[in-house]
């Protein structure tokens, strides 16, 4: 019996979601560039399961039924075209590639042209939730040539998370590099979440002098309100978590995080764009200044006496933290979700925000209940121009934001960063202000490069230019924007 589906790369999310699809009934075909690691695969955890190894792609390939669904979980950029390239000579009209990895998307774009030319279809699925998500059940965003969701639907909608009387969390997405592009933002919405979590965390530990336990605590107590979610369950479990010796785990973890780049692409995407990403892309600068440990201590022993130390009332305080959380965490998503829509109609994919919320509700990352609230505001307005502006949302964010003032003059005047958390305030004070001081900038640019000015008397398009010294003349710059 032939294979139902192949997957290429036995790393961890490879071999999980081999064990996920063979678990729903379906028959794998596995092969992985180290032919050791098949072995290795199929006489460990695939043994005594419907998992067939494969010595190489050609063999890998003529294992599995026509039209031949396969799913690449390789590592992004090379690596991908690499494969694609072995496996082209072997495959048949109508063939399936799926590209289940962390590409980025305007290689996913390309590739999908690549292959169609070549008389194949081509998939570029974002996969999210972990090791235990490919297990169990992930959130999966494919997009690309349509023409083949309808063989793979199946397939993948059975893998995927189940939520609500079991609506899978995995539907179509759209054409060209969509799905690839959601999973981009979802990273960098993760991105963001984790640091906005870690610094409410930093005030607990510096400035409240709470107990390992007693964050554990507040943790766990908020995960079963508003703000529940994975990130938010796990931080609790990572809080209570003891090493051999008794102490906290997370106390000896060395404070230098790592990245893979989908953060980063967020941030550059936002920049090309002309959207404004600033917490995500705090959050991406935040793990690069942890990076730079051997600096930061050396840093700390020479400015280390410059924290002013204030007073605060403390469930005053834990109370503050939680409207910090929440209204940061809404100002994040409406920063994501801007992203996904201008990208959404300058390619004219015409995505569905309120599916795409849904479909993060289980498996991936980012998982959280009020993801339902987000699907719901873009079902009852598909045109909302932010998140912030919903009813939901508006209401939440004018009951929170003192707190989020309070949490950061606090940590300011204690010498904590917080700069997603700055971030997300800043970006709610400049959206919800009619009048900025942009002015003086746009003065400052015709002054010195007569790069002209809109005047407020005037209708919107009409430029002026200032000879703001009598030495410059009437010539002005053309008038643009990037």
């Keep these: 019996m032939k294979a139902s589906i192949g997957l290429i790369g036995l790393a961890v999310m490879g071999e999980n979601?081999?064990?996920n699809l063979e678990s729903k009934g379906y028959n794998v075909a596995v092969y992985n560039r180290t032919i050791e690691k098949v072995d290795k695969f199929t006489n460990s955890r695939a043994k005594g399961k419907n998992i067939i190894g494969s010595t190489s792609i050609e063999d890998f390939v003529s294992k599995i039924e026509k039209p031949r669904k396969i799913m690449m979980m390789v590592r992004a950029g090379e690596a991908v075209d690499k494969t694609i390239d072995q496996l082209i000579p072997y495959l048949d009209k109508g063939d399936i590639i799926i590209d289940g990895g962390n590409s980025n998307y305007l290689d996913t774009t390309r590739r999908i042209k690549?292959?169609?030319?070549?008389?194949?279809?081509?998939?570029?699925?974002?996969?999210?939730?972990?090791?235990?998500?490919?297990?169990?059940?992930?959130?999966?965003?494919?997009?690309?040539?349509?023409?083949?969701?309808k063989e793979v639907k199946p397939i993948l909608q059975n893998i995927s998370a189940k939520v609500d009387n079991n609506i899978p969390c995995c539907d179509?997405?759209?054409?060209?590099?969509?799905?690839?592009?959601?999973?981009?933002?979802?990273?960098?919405?993760?991105?963001?979440?984790?640091?906005?979590?870690?610094?409410?965390?930093?005030?607990?530990?510096?400035?409240?002098?709470?107990?390992?336990?007693?964050?554990?605590?507040?943790?766990?107590?908020?995960?079963?309100?508003?703000?529940?979610?994975?990130?938010?369950?796990?931080?609790?479990?990572?809080?209570?978590?003891?090493?051999?010796?008794?102490?906290?785990?997370v106390e000896k973890i060395l404070d230098s995080a790592g990245q893979k780049g989908t953060g980063k692409w967020t941030a550059i995407n936002a920049l090309d764009k002309a959207v404004d990403l600033?917490?995500?892309?705090?959050?991406?600068f935040a793990r690069i200044v942890s990076s730079q440990k051997e600096e930061r201590d050396v840093a700390n022993k020479e400015f280390s006496s410059l924290v002013e130390k204030t007073s605060f009332d403390k469930d005053k305080l834990i109370?503050?933290?939680?409207?910090?959380?929440?209204?940061?965490?809404?100002?994040?998503?409406?920063q994501g979700f801007d992203l996904i829509k201008k990208v959404s109609v300058e390619n004219e994919w015409n995505l569905n925000l309120s599916s795409i919320a849904l479909m993060w509700r289980g498996g991936c990352i980012i998982r959280s209940s009020f993801l339902s609230n987000i699907s719901e505001a873009y079902e009852n307005n598909p045109g909302l121009n932010n998140l912030m502006l919903d009813p939901y949302?508006?209401?939440?964010?004018?009951?929170?934001?003192?707190?989020?003032?309070?949490?950061?003059?606090?940590?300011?005047?204690?010498?904590?960063?917080?700069?997603?958390?700055?971030?997300?305030?800043?970006?709610?004070?400049?959206?919800?202000s009619s009048s900025l001081p942009s002015n003086l900038i746009q003065a400052q640019r015709?002054?010195?490069?007569?790069?002209?000015?809109?005047?407020v008397d005037n209708e919107r398009g009409k430029f002026f230019h200032t000879n703001w010294t009598s030495r410059g003349g009437s010539t002005s710059s053309t008038s643009y924007s990037v």
């Design 17 to 19: 979601l081999v064990l």
């Design 114 to 149: 690549f292959v169609n030319e070549k008389g194949f279809y081509y998939i570029g699925t974002g996969v999210s939730g972990g090791e235990e998500g490919a297990l169990l059940g992930p959130s999966i965003m494919p997009g690309g040539n349509i023409e083949a969701w």
């Design 172 to 249: 179509w997405i759209g054409p060209s590099g969509s799905g690839h592009f959601v999973k981009m933002v979802h990273n960098g919405i993760e991105y963001g979440d984790m640091q906005l979590i870690s610094e409410i965390y930093d005030i607990m530990r510096k400035v409240l002098k709470l107990s390992y336990s007693q964050m554990h605590e507040i943790f766990n107590n908020w995960n079963e309100g508003p703000l529940n979610s994975y990130l938010i369950e796990i931080t609790s479990d990572i809080l209570n978590y003891k090493d051999e010796d008794g102490s906290p785990l």
């Design 278 to 284: 600033s917490l995500i892309a705090e959050a991406v």
């Design 319 to 334: 109370e503050d933290l939680h409207s910090a959380l929440f209204a940061s965490k809404i100002i994040s998503y409406a």
């Design 393 to 432: 949302f508006k209401k939440i964010l004018l009951q929170t934001q003192q707190g989020l003032r309070n949490i950061i003059s606090i940590a300011v005047l204690n010498g904590v960063p917080t700069p997603a958390l700055s971030a997300a305030l800043s970006y709610f004070d400049s959206y919800r």
């Design 446 to 455: 015709d002054y010195f490069g007569a790069h002209t000015y809109e005047r």
